[in-house]
Structure formats: C-alpha cells, structure tokens
C-alpha cells in the first residue's frame, strides 16, 4: 500500500509536498563575496515569485575527476559563511558533507546535511549526519535503484532521527551519462519519503570532458518540467552569473539571467498537478 510521506519541517519551510521547494545556489562557494552575491540575487526572485528556497553550495568538491580541480573553501570557513547568510537572509542552508567530523562541524551552521550519491551507502556518514538532529537530503547513487533507499531510511530512523528526504539525480546509463527515470520520483513517494529532483547533476556527463565532468545544461529545465509534472516535493538546481566561467561544473548550471523564468514555469506547472 502506498505510504503518506511525512511533513519534513526546514526553518522557516516545510516539505509537504503542497508548495514546491527549491534548492537554488552555485555549485560551490567560489568566494565569500561571490556567495553573498548569489544569495542575495536568488533571495530577490524567491521574494518577487513567492516561492520558498533553501540556499546551497558546497565548502569542498570532494568528488572531482581531476586532482587539479578546484575543490573549495573548507568546512569551517565554508560553513561560516553559509550560516550567516542563512540568518541574515531568514532562509535555510544546505551543503554536502563526506565524513562524520565534516557532519559535526557542518551541524553547527547548516539546516541541512547532504550527503553525495557517491557516499548514500556510507553508513558511519549517514548516522553521524543522522544524530546531529539536523535535516538529512540523501541523494541517490547513480547506482542505486529507487527500492533500495529503504536501506537508507531504516539507517537514519535508526538514530532517531525522522527529518530526511531523498534526492533523484539521475542513473549512470552507460560511460560518461546519466538518465533520469521519472519512475523514480513515483516509487520513492509511494515508499512513503520525500524525493526531491537534481535538474543540474541529472544532466551531467561525469568525466565526460576528460579531466572534469562534461554536462546539458540546457536540458535541465527540460528535465526539472519533467518531474514537477510527474510529481515531487521540491527542485534542485544549480546556477551561476557565468556558467562558462563556474569553478566546477559550469556545464550542468543554468545561467542565473534565466533562472525567474525557468522556476515560473515549474510553478505554473505544480499549481496544476493533483495533490
């Protein structure tokens, strides 16, 4: 039988599956003045719009395909900066973690903990993300199938801890692609959790480039249409003032100039899905 998933409360939002949340932010903080800059620009269209919004970006790439890529600020500066945007804007935060000691420091600043597909299996991360308390987004290994997110679930709820939801970014479908399976967000949602869907990293080409991650970013808006109509409790998507010129994946962001329409769209959209 299909489960009713929980009301996920999130600062001042919640994850209801009533009005659509999104996670909006760069790939990673780039500078504590380019931060500033895109959170505020963002804080502006979720103010015209009415929409509500959970800022990201990330202290440290730690999944990079090349040694020589950018990886970040750190988690102590990174989760500063994080934190003070979120109070002085009045809006939740969120960034991904990779070890327990990164989970325990980021608790500290962060509304919610995410942890990379890569590591959704890694289960000393995801109890010591769990009993912080904070809010947990799992994203989905590209090499996980929706049923098995269960596991994951019973590790957090095994902590205590009942605040968390999933995040669908998309299947690895051969060498260097990715394809994302709307049956996903419908088999999750049955399961009785709350998916959210990646438009930027569903689109990815991963070392699709050579040395870095290759990537359709004008497909994301395509994809993320897709999954509003099909049914989820929020949106990721990355953007950036110049894509071409982002420290880590520019090819999978959407330009910040078209980011207003692209999230009118999904919302005209969601206002018309059955709930």
């Not at 800022?55 to 440290?60: C, E, G, M, Q």
């Not at 989905?140 to 970014?169: M, S, Y």
Request: aromatic share 8%; net charge neutral; charged share 20%.
């Amino acid at each position: 039988m299909p489960q009713t998933p929980p009301i996920i409360p999130i600062g001042p939002l919640q994850l209801d599956g009533e009005q659509l949340v999104y996670i909006l932010g760069p790939c990673v903080l780039e500078s504590e003045e380019f931060a500033w800059k895109m959170a505020r620009a963002i804080h502006g269209i979720a103010l015209e719009r009415g929409l509500k919004f959970i800022f990201k970006a990330s202290y440290d790439k730690a999944n990079r395909t090349s040694i020589g890529s950018y990886r970040g600020i750190g988690v102590k500066e990174g989760c500063r900066i994080l934190g003070e945007i979120g109070r002085k804007l009045g809006v939740p935060v969120t960034t991904d973690v990779h070890s327990p000691e990164e989970a325990e420091i980021a608790a500290e600043y962060i509304d919610v903990l995410q942890i990379p597909a890569f590591l959704c299996r890694q289960t000393d991360l995801i109890t010591a993300a769990a009993r912080t308390g904070r809010v947990v987004n799992v994203k989905k290994g590209q090499f996980l199938a929706p049923w098995d997110v269960k596991h994951i679930a019973a590790k957090i709820e095994a902590c205590e801890n009942n605040k968390f939801f999933f995040t669908e970014r998309g299947t690895s479908f051969g060498y260097n692609a990715l394809v994302a399976d709307m049956r996903s967000l419908y088999w999750i949602r049955e399961a009785g959790y709350r998916i959210v869907f990646d438009a930027t990293h569903s689109v990815q080409r991963p070392g699709g480039l050579g040395g870095t991650s290759g990537g359709d970013g004008i497909l994301a808006p395509v994809l993320a249409r897709a999954a509003v109509a099909t049914g989820c409790d929020g949106v990721f998507m990355e953007t950036h003032f110049d894509p071409s010129q982002a420290f880590s994946d520019g090819p999978n962001q959407v330009p910040f100039d078209q980011l207003s329409s692209v999230l009118g769209t999904l919302q005209a959209i969601h206002s018309v899905v059955p709930r």
